[in-house]
């Protein structure tokens, strides 16, 4: 594991990163999803690709990288804009998991591979909508104490900065951003997903303009058993 210090916004940054097959000429950028880190990513994808050097980064504040200010996903995009050039490299093929998906996207790689991706607003469930209303309701009453009985899962236990953060990116809009993106796509689903489920992937589908959607059996996290079939696809088209 190694760490890159960088600034941005006035602020410095430490992103943990590593660098495997480094001396191979085509670069594989892989990124977490949210609550996540560069481990889950390598587990799945390290024994795959040995053609490619392979990069695996921890996003601001996750892993080993630190967050100290309050983000939006363009700016996760920057900051990685500004790693990748400090340790030059080529956006061959980035592939992004979950909110990783979003980030990637912006990077506009040569090859863009989305798994289970975020980025197109699900309505939330009645239940979840019902809980956020109690919770305004009883703020004003110094429930703050309670919080933590009413923040979604993917928001326990995080930072002042980072719960900020949360609530900036968990419901961005990514449809322009998708319809804008104009180079090759694959996109693999598991047709069980509940955090974003098959029908937002096909939607993605459509809005992408050169893209293949392929979907197994499995949930959010049905890649980290598909790690083959997904680098096998990756393989014949970059």
Not at 76 to 83: G, M, S
Request: aromatic share 12%.
């Amino acid at each position: 594991m190694a760490k890159k210090s960088l600034h941005y916004n006035d602020a410095t940054f430490e992103i943990s990163y590593e660098i495997l097959n480094p001396k191979a000429q085509k670069d594989f950028i892989v990124l977490h999803g949210w609550g996540s880190n560069k481990e889950l990513m390598k587990q799945t994808f390290s024994s795959h690709l040995q053609d490619f050097r392979h990069i695996y980064v921890d996003l601001p504040g996750f892993g080993g990288s630190s967050c100290e200010q309050v983000l939006f996903t363009q700016d996760y995009a920057n900051i990685l804009e500004i790693f990748l050039q400090q340790i030059s490299a080529k956006k061959d093929v980035v592939l992004g998991h979950s909110f990783g998906g979003k980030v990637a996207t912006l990077l506009e790689p040569k090859l863009l591979v989305l798994v289970a991706s975020a980025g197109i607003v699900v309505p939330k469930p009645l239940s979840v909508m019902l809980k956020i209303k109690l919770f305004k309701m009883l703020k004003p009453f110094g429930i703050a104490k309670l919080r933590s009985l009413f923040v979604a899962q993917d928001a326990q236990n995080l930072t002042h900065e980072m719960y900020s953060t949360f609530k900036n990116v968990v419901d961005e809009d990514f449809t322009q951003y998708f319809k804008d993106f104009n180079n090759k796509a694959l996109l693999f689903w598991g047709k069980d997903d509940t955090a974003t489920p098959i029908s937002t992937a096909k939607e993605i589908d459509t809005l992408l303009a050169h893209s293949e959607l392929f979907s197994y059996d499995g949930d959010h996290y049905f890649f980290m058993q598909k790690g083959d079939e997904i680098a096998k696809e990756i393989t014949l088209r970059s």
